[in-house]
């Protein structure tokens, strides 16, 4: 298993470089000048230019390259082009709210989702089947920010339960932590909740069509039991790989939920270093992201082994 | 104990914890608004950025300042004098002025910072082109010498907008302006700015500085005593306009510096929520001079022709309560407004723009506009645009982008058949604060290689502007020297104005009052409950 864990760390490295080359050439290939917006707008062409010199922005772009490198490889991710503080920094301070939004999510949508798809398979073609894929269908196609202004309207200007935007550390108090935590929770947990009812549900289904579940009942094993003591285990396998994937719908749902509740994370951090062409922040947060992907996955792949013990590393 | 008994003795324990946990309110008072945009940079001599100046006007102070009459009044100056032939300014600055580090504010301070804020600023360059010295005579006073009389002087040192002149502590004014100052923001103004609480991108927060040594005169717009009467002031920052909104009625925030305008119906409706006129803005459109037909005067000429002031007014603000139409390329209401000139703008007529073009001699080429989408009041004029160009015939490319993009773009001068990322015309708008200051609004240069994107080139009317600002405002010479560079811009064309749409913040009534109406927020004199 320790040799199998070290062999997944170190087929990362490669994937890394390429991101870290990709992410390079794409934001300045792609059009935006960061010394023009730091000017401001009243600024002249010369002023833009001092700019671009002072953040040498003028340099070939190999040197800039090798520049970067060179700072990676010291485990600098540079500083912002706007603010001129360490990226490290930055991504520091905004990590707490986006990984409590995403355990949160992951969390509720766990807990809600797989009961539910279980009841969906178990009792396959009945109203209550029906019902959690309409379900399913609806939450997959409801838009984030369409349902985060919904639950705005209804849960804190309506009824006045909930605060409307903003995130309060756990730190500063829990309660105000959860209640600021709850709509966007719930606004980016419909959608992983719906995929993963689906994924719970077709996995099941398949499971109890087993000869071994026909065995079980045949000896005598009561509905309950076989559900919870043989079909369910075999069942996971797909299920926890779907949250491993869907993990990356997750870090695209966590831009658009933080922009609606006013959260200050990682994803309203890169989404605003994208339109003011802050290439650190840029680089360095998607170079955190791919590292946290590889590792869910990494994790996903090794839970695997708790499920089937027929899969050894 | 019972079981039921330490069971109930458990939740009474976890409860008080929670409770405990719940966050006591603060008892400072804290005024928390949503601004235009974030604080990322804390350098006002850096960058022209809009809230940069914003969070210079908390943090640092100014030797001069407007009142709301538009006239420069000494700020941190005490008194000054100017020597009869108009050559030599000593200024003496105020008793007890402070840097929030506790050091004193020294002339040899206010030497560095307006050498540094004017080595960008166009009308800072003005004075110190003219300017034979600048050096302190002790640490109260300071001179100026000029080698010819420059009437605009203290009003340049009065300046409102970007880059405002704002005093820094030495050994942050000696440092190139080319890259943000190295070190703590430290100034001399009515608020410190807390660094430690700072998340970019989230939230700035500035706190009063309890030394600070008002002005005794009233507050009148940015001059006077600056009286601080909150603890705290946050800048909060929320993306999405609708949450903002939301968050203002429930209470969550105080003030919102710029709602946009689809949400005002909805604010004016709401009894607790307040609304008064921040800014004034005069949209624009900026042809490419070096890009035929545009270095024709004609096309030029015929973009002014075919505009309806009315049109894009209402594309862009909707309600005619929201705006007001302007044939003053100086602002309307201002010390400066005059329509000299203006017939051409005052009376748009479709046909007579189609003749100019082609007296231009276009002949159906594409005519690129950038439109910026994520700015709705620009994307608004050039979808006008757009429109208006193709009824006169026109062949339009029109090409929508980010303002990032857009803004990458505007400096390349070649036409687009010379290079792809070329363009014809974009949009953009002036403050009205900018509108008032020709001498220092980059916009309207007509430097000609020298000038703002777009390259405006007249001439005459650099001429014009140059000998006004050598004559004294009021006077009948003046008032004749104004009307000559007015109607040179309106021959020349070097953008054509739209006329002026408000733009409006939002505050709660029941919390905040005495608020000085201005395009900056001012923090000081407001009162929260």
Request: proline share 6%.
């Amino acid at each position: 298993m320790l040799v199998y864990v070290l062999r997944r760390i170190l087929a990362t490295l490669p994937v890394m470089g390429i991101v870290v080359v990709f992410v390079f050439l794409l934001v300045r290939i792609a059009p935006g000048d960061p010394a023009a917006i730091i000017a401001g707008d009243y600024a002249t062409p010369e002023n833009i230019q001092k700019i671009r010199v002072g953040l040498g922005l003028d340099k070939p772009i190999y040197e800039q390259f090798w520049i970067y490198l060179t700072s990676l490889a010291r485990g600098d991710l540079g500083r912002s082009l706007h603010s001129r503080l360490p990226v490290s920094q930055l991504i520091l301070q905004r990590v707490e709210p986006t990984a409590a939004l995403a355990l949160s999510t992951l969390s509720f949508a766990i807990l809600m989702a797989i009961p539910l798809g279980i009841l969906a398979a178990w009792k396959a073609g009945s109203l209550i089947d029906r019902a959690v894929m309409v379900f399913a269908v609806g939450g997959f196609s409801i838009p984030i920010f369409w349902l985060g202004f919904l639950l705005i309207y209804a849960f804190s200007i309506r009824l006045d339960l909930l605060p409307v935007q903003g995130y309060v550390s756990f730190r500063e108090g829990l309660l105000p932590f959860i209640r600021h935590l709850i709509l966007p929770t719930i606004a980016l947990g419909l959608v992983y909740m719906a995929l993963l009812a689906r994924i719970t549900r077709a996995s099941v289904l398949e499971v109890l069509q087993s000869d071994y579940i026909r065995t079980a009942y045949a000896k005598g094993v009561r509905p309950p039991g076989v559900l919870f003591a043989h079909a369910l285990k075999n069942a996971a396998v797909p299920v926890v790989t779907t949250i491993g994937v869907g993990f990356a719908l997750l870090i695209g749902g966590v831009v658009i939920t933080e922009s609606v509740f006013a959260l200050p994370g990682l994803g309203r951090l890169t989404v605003d270093a994208i339109l003011q062409r802050d290439y650190s922040i840029i680089q360095g947060v998607t170079l955190i992201f791919a590292l946290v992907y590889a590792l869910v996955n990494l994790v996903v792949d090794l839970s695997y082994t708790l499920f089937d013990p027929r899969i050894r590393y | 104990m019972s079981r039921r008994n330490r069971i109930a003795a458990t939740g009474c324990l976890l409860a008080g914890l929670l409770l405990a946990w719940s966050g006591q309110a603060p008892a400072e008072t804290t005024i928390r608004a949503v601004m235009t945009a974030e604080v990322k940079y804390l350098d006002p001599h850096w960058t022209t950025a809009d809230i940069t100046q914003q969070h210079g006007y908390m943090v640092f102070d100014t030797l001069f300042a407007l009142d709301e009459k538009g006239q420069p009044q000494p700020q941190m100056v005490d008194t000054y004098r100017l020597s009869a032939d108009k050559l030599t300014y000593t200024f003496t600055l105020r008793d007890g002025l402070k840097w929030h580090d506790g050091k004193p504010v020294r002339a040899v301070d206010c030497v560095a910072s307006i050498k540094r804020w004017a080595v960008k600023d166009a009308a800072g360059q003005k004075v110190m082109a003219r300017a034979a010295s600048l050096e302190a005579a002790n640490d109260k006073t300071f001179v100026l010498k000029l080698k010819e009389p420059y009437g605009l002087t203290i009003r340049a040192l009065a300046k409102e907008y970007s880059y405002v002149p704002f005093m820094l502590p030495e050994r942050l004014a000696v440092q190139d302006p080319s890259k943000p100052f190295e070190g703590d923001v430290i100034g001399s103004g009515p608020f410190m700015f807390a660094a430690k609480e700072w998340v970019p991108g989230a939230k700035t927060v500035y706190l009063k500085f309890k030394d600070y040594v008002p002005r005794k005169e009233p507050a009148s717009y940015y001059a006077g005593g600056k009286v601080v009467n909150v603890d705290r002031v946050e800048f909060v920052v929320i993306p999405d306009q609708s949450t903002a909104v939301a968050a203002l009625e429930k209470g969550e925030v105080d003030y919102l510096q710029r709602p946009q305008v689809d949400q005002w119906p909805l604010l004016r409706k709401d009894p607790n929520v307040g609304m008064y006129r921040g800014d004034i803005y005069q949209m624009q459109i900026h042809p490419n001079h070096l890009a035929p037909p545009f270095d024709n005067v004609k096309a030029r000429q015929a973009l002014m022709v075919m505009a309806n002031q009315e049109e894009y007014l209402r594309a862009i603000a909707g309600d005619p309560q929201n705006w007001r139409t302007c044939y003053s390329y100086l602002g309307c209401g201002g010390w400066l407004e005059t329509d000299a000139g203006a017939e051409l703008l005052k009376k748009p007529d479709l046909e007579r723009a189609k003749q100019l073009f082609a007296e231009a001699g276009y002949k159906g080429e594409k005519i690129v506009v950038m439109a910026p989408s994520d700015f709705a009041t620009i994307n608004a004029a050039s979808l006008t645009t757009a429109a208006l160009l193709r009824k006169i015939g026109v062949n339009v490319d029109l090409q929508t982008m980010d303002w990032g993009t857009l803004v990458s773009r505007r400096p390349i001068k070649d036409p687009p058949s010379k290079n792809p990322a070329g363009w014809h015309i974009f949009h953009t708008t002036s403050g009205y604060a900018a509108l008032k200051d020709p001498w220092g609004h980059a916009n309207i240069s007509t430097a000609c290689d020298k000038a703002w994107f777009g390259w405006a080139c007249s001439p005459r009317a650099t001429k014009d502007l140059e000998e006004l600002g050598n004559l004294t405002p009021g006077t009948d010479a003046f008032k004749k020297g104004l009307a000559e560079y007015h109607t040179a811009l309106m021959e020349d064309v070097p953008y054509v104005p739209l006329g002026e749409f408000f733009a409006y913040a939002a505050y709660r009534k029941d919390r905040l009052s005495n608020i000085i109406e201005a395009p900056y927020t001012l923090f000081w004199g407001m009162v929260k409950k």
